[in-house]
């Protein structure tokens, strides 16, 4: 799916020397290296401020935790996605309520969210999903908050550097999550995540509760949590901001050539074509929708070809929030991405050759 070490080879040196100066500080949580990559990933997304912490998943607890939302609290998201979109809102205590994606860019239905904030007055958060690397219809969603009064938190995870009528991934909710798993488009060498917001406010309070709710050493003004970045992390990761935009217009030839390829071939398969709005996809996953699916990814398993499914079985569906009531049919576009969705390989290093021979191999399996 990936090959993350042809990309380490193109940036060993620097990231050893980058290593090597951890290890010679002996600062190895938050510190000096932590506050460079804040400034840095702030810099990067157009946002006043980033904070850090030590994973995406976290990015989204700490949010909410910051926006106080808990018990008694509903907050609105979508269930195509990866799991952790869903349960920071049942981790801080707050009820999960799903809305729809729409069918051509895996991302929330501004339409269906219009009727869920109407039937659920206890939300007090919307977190849209850019997916696969494409921003979410943020516009609608963004007037439909200010009309209700609740919150947006962007899950960005999947979506750094991508842009929304120009404004970047991240920096158009109150708070952007972002994970650096090293799998992301922006990866570190092991778990870490980011916080953006514009309001001094809430980045003061976000950096006091990843570090347990204090502000002065030893005295907590809050219960928070431990959820710091290591300076590791943060070295590995400033060396690779500065390639992320070289490695975003390689997954974006990348995706083109798929596209290329795969449209005259008259396929029952559904190309992720970037939606107008999305004005810069960054192709974190290259995802189609396949008839015959699981006989597809059997064929290209065939011809040494890995894919994925992203995602197997909506958030709505899983056993864990059964308690919540949905079933199947409640949301109908998510259960069909799932049924139908491969995830194609993509990553910056890939040849076209690559790419040829999996819209070759996908082109014989239907004909
Ligand atoms: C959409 C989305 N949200 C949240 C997360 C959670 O990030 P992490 O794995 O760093 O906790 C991920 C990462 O897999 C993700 O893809």
Known sequence: MLDLRAQYATIRKEVLEAVTGVFDQQSFVLGAEVEGLEQELAAYCRTPYAVGCASGTDALILALMALDIGPGDEVITVPYSFFA?????????AKPVFVDILDDTFNMDPGHLAEVLEQHPKAKAIIPVHLFGACADMDPILELAAKYGVAVVEDSA???????????????GVIGSFSFFPTKNLGGCGDGGIMTTADAGLAKRLKSLRVHGMEVKYFHDEIGIN???????????????????????ARQAVAARYIKQMEPMGLPVKLPLAAEHSTRHVYH????????????????????????????LPLHLQKCFGYLGYKTGDL???EAC??????????????????????????????
């Open 85 to 93: 979109t869903a349960s920071c809102i049942a981790r801080v205590g």
């Open 227 to 249: 959820s710091r970045l290591d300076a590791l992390q943060a070295a590995v990761l400033r060396v690779k901001l500065r390639h992320l935009e070289g490695w975003t217009a």
């Open 285 to 312: 996953q290259f995802v189609i929708r396949a008839e015959d699916r699981d006989g597809l990814r059997k064929t290209l398993e065939g011809a040494g070809i890995r894919t994925d499914m992203y995602y197997p």
């Open 332 to 334: 109908p576009v998510s």
């Open 338 to 367: 799932s049924r139908e969705c491969v995830a194609l390989p993509i990553y910056p290093e890939m040849t076209m050759e690559q790419v040829d021979r999996i819209c070759e191999s996908i082109g014989s399996h239907y004909n």
């Open 158 to 172: 999947q979506s750094i550097g991508a842009t929304y009528k120009g404004h970047l991934a991240g920096s158009m």
